[in-house]
């Protein structure tokens, strides 16, 4: 089996970030959330935005949103696909911890 021909990845990333400059379209947001060392639960959310800036997001450019957070002891895994939505300006992605830091993303697109 393959993959989506031509998709990107932004990698990892725990805070906000300008993903992608330009048009294209999202395919999926990806989280993982843990116990962090301290023993403190990792819950956060992040909300992708078609624009290039923290002061240009609003909830009127918003395209995915997607919240992870542990159950139990251990870690919790969540994805959203989003069949392509596109973008016109870029992927800016806005991360909020709720509880720990090191929830971590990743998105896919093209």
Do not use: P, Q
């Not at 990333?13 to 959330?33: E, N, P, Q, Y």
């Not at 090191?102 to 697109?109: E, H, I, M, Q, R």
């Amino acid at each position: 089996m393959t993959g989506i021909g031509g998709c990107r990845s932004s990698g990892a990333f725990t805070a906000d970030a300008l993903l992608v400059r330009g048009a294209g379209k999202l395919i999926s947001i990806t989280g993982l959330s843990t116990i962090s060392e301290d023993e403190e639960d990792d819950t956060a959310y992040v909300v992708l935005h078609d624009c290039l800036t923290a002061g240009a997001a609003s909830a009127a450019n918003t395209i995915g949103i997607l919240y992870v957070g542990t159950t139990a002891i251990g870690s919790n895994y969540a994805e959203s696909d989003f069949h392509g939505v596109k973008f016109t300006h870029g992927l800016f992605a806005e991360v909020t911890h709720v509880t720990g830091i090191a929830t971590k993303f990743l998105v896919t697109f093209n």
